[in-house]
């Protein structure tokens, strides 16, 4: 089963819009794909979810929920630095610890210029649903 790490943003998206990272959720409820998760990425939905989409906590917790229950959740033991921006770097430490195939991201500045991560393809929802189609 493919595992994917992914960006909060993806989650965030999935949550409140259509689309491709909708998908990829409903893929991992069916059990399709296996979806990577961690406390610190939790935590980083949690706080845009309430902060930048102003949604009242109980449907946060909902929301989190939701996601938490497709999800593997994994606590890395490693701390990485490659990147500026700090919550993108709890991303790469979760992929690394859930033994990620591919990390799923909308994030043009930080993530997808990298291409990959320790042999860990970073990639668009769009282009991951391309590959979940092959």
Do not use: W
Request: net charge positive; with cysteine.
């Amino acid at each position: 089963m493919i595992k994917a790490c992914l960006d909060s943003n993806i989650f965030i998206s999935a949550l409140l819009f259509d689309g491709k990272p909708e998908e990829i959720l409903f893929a991992a409820s069916k059990k399709n794909i296996k979806v990577i998760i961690s406390p610190e990425i939790v935590e980083e939905v949690r706080r845009n979810l309430t902060k930048k989409f102003d949604l009242q906590e109980s449907e946060v917790k909902k929301l989190i929920k939701n996601i938490t229950s497709i999800s593997q959740l994994v606590i890395p033991k490693i701390k990485i630095k490659e990147i500026d921006y700090l919550p993108d770097n709890r991303i790469l430490e979760a992929a690394i610890e859930g033994s990620a195939d591919y990390i799923i991201t909308g994030d043009r500045k930080h993530l997808l210029h990298l291409k990959e991560f320790n042999g860990i393809p970073i990639v668009t929802p769009a282009r991951f649903m391309e590959i979940m189609v092959r």
